[in-house]
Structures are given as C-alpha cells and as structure tokens.
Nanobody
C-alpha cells in the first residue's frame, strides 16, 4: 500500500515563502505523478498543481500560477511545493496525492485521477 506523507506546513507571514514536502513510500516513486491540492476554511478542495512522472512536466492551477513551483527528487522519493508571496487566502490544508495515470493539462485537476492521498498539512498565512 502506497503511503503519502506531507511535511513543512505551519504559520507564515504574508509575503513570505513556504516549501512543502511529500514523501512517498511503498512502491517505486518514479511510477507516480504527484498532485498538490488544498482546502481552505469553508471552501471545496481545489488543485494547486501537479508534476508528471517520467518527463516531470508541471501543471498549475490558475490562481497560483507564477507563485508556485512543483518539483520532485526521485532519488529521495519526495515531491515539493514551493509557494512565494503568500497571502492570507492561501491559508488551507494542503494535500499531496499520487497518481498512476498519465496526467495531461485537461485531467490534472481531477481528484479522481489520484488514487493515494496524504492526511494533509495545515498552512496558515497570517501576521
């Protein structure tokens, strides 16, 4: 059974940067595309972005494009989400998810494409 564990969350000030990590274990990490989602208070869960396996192409949700970078280190079984210029509206629980599907620009936003999910980690942006 694949395990997905997020780390790196916490309280940050507006305008600061944050890097979240996602460690995957239980299978060959290279086989999986990785997605990042978030759910703010009183909101539905939404896509932040994703990175494919193999060619490591990254896709981003419209509201974080230009402020976020998703990367992966296959040697460490870890994916990363870096966000810059954080705003209070970025406050959310951030989830990492793994997918065996070949993600494309039209499907990377769909939660049903991701079979394995982490527990989520809280990020709070506040002064």
């Amino acid at each position: 059974q694949l395990q997905v564990v997020e780390s790196g969350g916490g309280l940050v000030q507006p305008g600061e940067s944050l890097r979240l990590s996602c460690v995957v274990s239980g299978d060959t990490f290279d086989y999986y595309a990785i997605g990042w989602f978030r759910q703010g208070p009183g909101k539905e869960r939404e896509i932040v972005g994703a990175i494919t396996s193999g060619d490591q192409v990254s896709y981003y949700g419209d509201y974080v494009k230009g402020r976020s970078t998703i990367s992966r280190d296959n040697a460490k079984n870890t994916a990363f989400l870096e966000m810059d210029s954080l705003k209070p509206e970025d406050t959310a629980i951030y989830y990492c998810a793994a997918s065996r599907f070949r993600l494309t620009p039209t499907i990377f936003t769909l939660e049903k494409m991701y079979e394995y999910w982490g527990q989520g980690i809280q990020v709070t942006v506040s002064s």
